[in-house]
């Protein structure tokens, strides 16, 4: 059976990509009704009304593999009756043109009876970074997947890397690397790392709920953190700002929590009451740090 869709870029029926979407080291443009349905390292499923719709899985460092080898590792994973074809165009098989900066070969597996399963493989030209993205191939949808296809973009070229996903927005340095990530209902807390530094990121709604069951400053400490860091006190406190960290050792102590490398820890929570939401961002480092460190990432972490 062969894949073919008759579409061309004259007869695609133009969508509002109203959303962005920036993930670690990967951004595109998506329908105002796309979410991430599923976050990793490196991976991201988007879905809409509950149905999964795309994709995408990528290396977040310079892969070993080269563009062919990639497309034949995906062979092999699939059982032998399965029918796989592949073809290398600089332009999308539906005439809409291949994302700016990438090698792309694409690829589309029939399943047998069900809607063929498309997919692409994209090789960064500036960095050799491969991404493999895959969908079902619905009549009704591949115009909106196409489009969004060609809105991808590898930041690898960036002074600050977005980080854009549901109702945040964050600038990080590239040295921050994703270590973990969680999205509950009511909370979600990213953590990054480099070296020996740990950075967190927090976003709590709505805030009304939260702050009447505590007052602010319990619910950071409390809350938040836990017994964990019991030893973390309120240096700056306001009606909508709380700024806490570790008493920082004289004398002895000082030397002695350099011996035993205890880690040095600073916090600010903010209530963002136009939105309805509480920030925060940690900071976590063996070496000595100061609360001013984190106004950087205060001023470049934002929610809408």
């Given at each position: 059976?062969?894949?073919?869709?008759?579409?061309?870029?004259a007869s695609l029926q133009k969508i509002s990509l109203s959303r962005s979407i920036a993930w670690d080291g990967i951004c595109f443009q998506v329908p105002e009704t796309?979410?991430?349905?599923?976050?990793?390292?490196?991976d991201i499923g988007i879905e809409s009304a509950g149905t999964p719709l795309f994709e995408a899985k990528w290396s977040t460092?310079?892969?070993?593999?080269?563009?062919?080898?990639?497309?034949?590792?995906?062979?092999?994973?699939?059982?032998?009756?399965?029918?796989?074809?592949?073809?290398?165009?600089?332009?999308?098989?539906?005439?809409v043109a291949s994302p700016t900066g990438f090698d792309a070969m694409y690829f589309a597996v029939d399943p047998k009876n069900e809607a063929w399963e498309l997919g692409v493989v994209l090789c960064c030209r500036r960095c050799g970074r491969l991404i493999v993205l895959q969908s079902?191939?619905?009549?009704?949808?591949f115009e909106e997947f196409t489009q969004v296809f060609s809105s991808i973009t590898d930041m690898c070229n960036k002074k600050r890397v977005d980080w854009v996903v549901y109702d945040i927005r964050a600038q990080l340095d590239p040295v921050w690397a994703l270590s973990s990530c969680s999205f509950a209902p009511g909370r979600f807390e990213l953590q990054f790392v480099r070296e020996r530094d740990t950075l967190r990121l927090y976003r709590f709604a709505p805030a009304d709920v939260v702050l009447r069951r505590l007052p602010f400053d319990k619910f950071v400490k409390e809350g938040v953190f836990s017994s964990n860091t019991t030893d973390m006190r309120i240096r700056e406190e306001g009606v909508d700002?709380?700024?806490?960290?570790?008493?920082?050792?004289?004398?002895?102590?000082?030397?002695?929590?350099?011996?035993?490398?205890?880690?040095?820890?600073?916090?600010?929570f903010w209530h963002v009451a136009s939105a309805n939401k509480i920030l925060g961002v940690y900071l976590s480092s063996r070496r000595e740090i100061a609360l001013r460190e984190l106004d950087a990432f205060v001023t470049s972490y934002e929610t809408f």
């Open positions: 059976m062969s894949f073919s869709v008759n579409s061309s870029s796309w979410f991430p349905g599923r976050l990793g390292k490196g460092c310079r892969p070993q593999k080269s563009l062919d080898q990639a497309v034949r590792e995906i062979r092999r994973r699939l059982p032998r009756s399965t029918s796989f074809e592949t073809h290398s165009a600089r332009v999308w098989p539906f005439g079902h191939l619905y009549q009704h949808f700002r709380i700024c806490i960290d570790t008493p920082r050792p004289q004398g002895l102590q000082r030397v002695l929590a350099k011996i035993r490398r205890r880690a040095s820890q600073a916090a600010v």
